[in-house]
């Protein structure tokens, strides 16, 4: 395994995850076809800024234990049942994986009125158009905003979501993503400190620290 520490995590931070396949690296090749790239940071409002750079052959479980074992703050994921072995971590799913795919399942041409698709990636925009106006509350003040604005929006997303009548392909992909995430998805209404998606270590900016050659995607 190539590692490239910055930090390590305790429970004073977010932590937030993600895996890149190593073929969308504009880089030097340092792993095979098989591997992916870890990355792990902590949250932009973190007092202590850390970040970790992993590579492992597939989407290996032990690569997330190995880095986070210990941890028992926030992780902020996508759906990648590895993480599953954070036992003392709090698991806060990502909503741009959600949305991504609505995104997927869309036809050209579609709108609200012609396609549930639409419409669904209707209902995950709403909630980054909400905290786009959060981001200079404090923590507490977020998390009391969010339960007012998001809240309901989740609300009705869910409802929604459970009467669609025998979606199929890349749709029921969409919709089977958000159910089975529920739990995860609905845990930044709890934490005002995490952001609602991993979009922070997907984008891999390089003010963040991470090593050179793995800074451009």
């Known amino acids: 395994m190539t590692t490239y520490p910055q930090g390590s995590y305790d429970d004073g931070c977010v932590a937030t995850v993600a895996t890149i396949p190593d073929s969308l690296l504009n880089v030097r090749k340092i792993l095979d076809t098989t591997s992916r790239i870890w990355a792990y940071a902590s949250s932009k409002r973190a007092a202590n800024d850390r970040c970790d750079i992993s590579g492992m052959r597939k989407a290996a479980k032990a690569c997330a234990g190995k880095t986070l074992g210990g941890y028992t703050g926030v992780v902020v994921s996508d759906g990648y049942s590895g993480y599953n072995v954070l036992n003392g971590a709090i698991r806060a799913g990502c909503w741009a994986h959600a949305r991504r795919k609505w995104v997927e399942a869309m036809s050209k041409g579609v709108t609200l009125e012609n396609a549930l698709a639409a419409k669904g990636l209707d209902y995950c925009s709403k909630l980054f158009e ?13 998390r009391e905003q969010r339960r007012l604005h998001s809240g309901p929006i989740v609300e009705a997303y869910y409802a929604w979501l459970q009467a669609i009548f025998k979606p199929t392909g890349k749709l029921k992909k969409a919709i089977t993503y958000s159910l089975n995430q529920r739990e995860y998805l609905c845990a930044f209404l709890d934490h005002g400190e995490i952001e609602i998606s991993n979009n922070q270590v997907e984008r891999h900016p390089p003010d963040r620290g991470w090593p050179e050659e793995l800074a451009v995607l």
Do not use: C, G, M
Not at 130 to 142: C, G, I, M, Y
């Open 130 to 142: 909400v905290e786009q106006k959060l981001e200079n509350l404090s923590d507490a003040e977020r």
